[in-house]
């Protein structure tokens, strides 16, 4: 893709969540710091986790934001001392901004980094024709890479990529339980086969359960078919890790019980629901409840690496102008968008 270098200064399109819904506004375009980058954006990824940031400033419980943590695009500015990257590079965005320096960082845990930031988050993400970020959070693409599949990846592919390898550290054989197969879902049964394991994908929506079939699952099932669809794939010795992506009560008490003996119950969406669990049901069943809590960036590195192998396919399924995002996240809040749906702020 070619396109006249965009100038720098002056303003930008982005769309605001504000108060009173989403808003195509002007703002300045962002400058770099020192050791940052600014990317035109060229790809957003629009994710599950953005319509909660529209309810959550619709209700006043954050401040107005630009979201977008699903980013790709072409390297327009870097600061002096930038050397990872360079002016007409297409890059991919992970949107942790981690401080590098707290104890998690220390530890390469940068997902939990005590003092970041994040880009679509409390910073300005990437519904907009230009973001910000360090340079340590691009990952440089192949020039021949769909930017709309690259930005996804930042999100959709890294979540997938920490939940199932990181957190639940899949094996070769494993029977796998993916709960909610929308874009992190599609990906979490790509990166599950990858490692030659069993899937069973769990949808409310036929639409969705036949994009899972597509991209690898052995069966899939409606939350009601759940427990069944897994007995005839592993008796009674139930899942070895079940990926929860939906995070109410109901999903969780039905993870929870198709979790097998030894088996890895990995929590990747949430709010306040509860439910029980004995100290007898974790101990004698040797079961780990855990959390996967976003992704660093050898998660993306991993994504980006399946990605071009061609082990994990795109989940884009629809790509819109920008001044469509609020009708993309009605669609995707009604359940009318099956995997991913993109924002390409060129796209007239
Ligand atoms: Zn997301
Ligand atoms: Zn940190």
Redesign the pocket.
């Known amino acids: 893709m070619s396109m006249p270098p965009a100038a720098s200064g002056g303003s930008m399109r982005a769309i605001r969540f504000e108060e009173d819904g989403a808003h195509l506004i002007e703002l300045p375009r962002p400058e770099p710091g020192s050791e940052e980058i600014v990317v035109q954006v060229l790809a957003a990824?629009v994710?599950?986790?953005?319509l909660h940031l529209l309810h959550d400033v619709k209700a006043g419980r954050r401040k107005a934001l630009v979201p977008g943590?699903?980013i790709a695009g072409r390297v327009v500015d870097v600061g002096r001392d930038v050397y990872r990257v360079r002016v007409g590079d297409p890059v991919a965005v992970h949107?942790e901004q981690p401080c590098g320096r707290c104890r998690h960082c220390r530890r390469k845990r940068t997902n939990l980094c005590e003092e970041g930031h994040s880009l679509?988050f409390d910073l300005p993400g990437g519904y907009a024709e230009f973001v910000r970020g360090g340079q340590g959070s691009v990952l440089a693409l192949p020039p021949e890479m769909d930017l709309a599949f690259a930005a996804t990846l930042?999100?959709?592919g890294a979540?997938a990529v920490h939940a199932v390898v990181a957190v639940g550290q899949v094996q070769e054989g494993d029977l796998v339980a993916v709960v909610g197969a929308g874009?992190?879902g599609l990906s979490a049964v790509q990166v599950a086969r990858t490692h030659q394991a069993r899937v069973l994908a769990v949808d409310l929506r036929e639409e969705a359960r036949n994009a899972a079939k597509e991209v690898g699952a052995e069966r899939t099932a409606s939350p009601e078919e759940f427990m069944d669809a897994l007995r005839s794939m592993a008796g009674e010795a139930g899942a070895d890790i079940v990926v929860d992506l939906v995070g109410t009560a109901e999903s969780l008490e039905q993870s929870r019980k198709t979790l097998g003996v030894g088996g890895r119950l990995v929590v990747v969406a949430g709010g306040d629901d509860t439910i029980p669990v004995s100290a007898s049901g974790i101990l004698f069943g040797g079961r780990a409840y855990l959390g996967s809590y976003s992704s660093t960036m050898a998660d993306f590195a991993t994504a980006l690496r399946l990605a071009e192998a061609g082990k994990l396919r795109s989940v884009v399924s629809r790509r819109a102008r920008l001044s469509e995002a609020p009708d993309i996240l009605r669609d995707l809040e009604a359940g009318r968008i099956v995997g991913r749906a993109v924002l390409e702020p060129l796209r007239t």
């Open positions: 990824g994710c599950r986790t953005d943590h699903e949107f679509g930042g999100c959709s979540t874009g992190v």
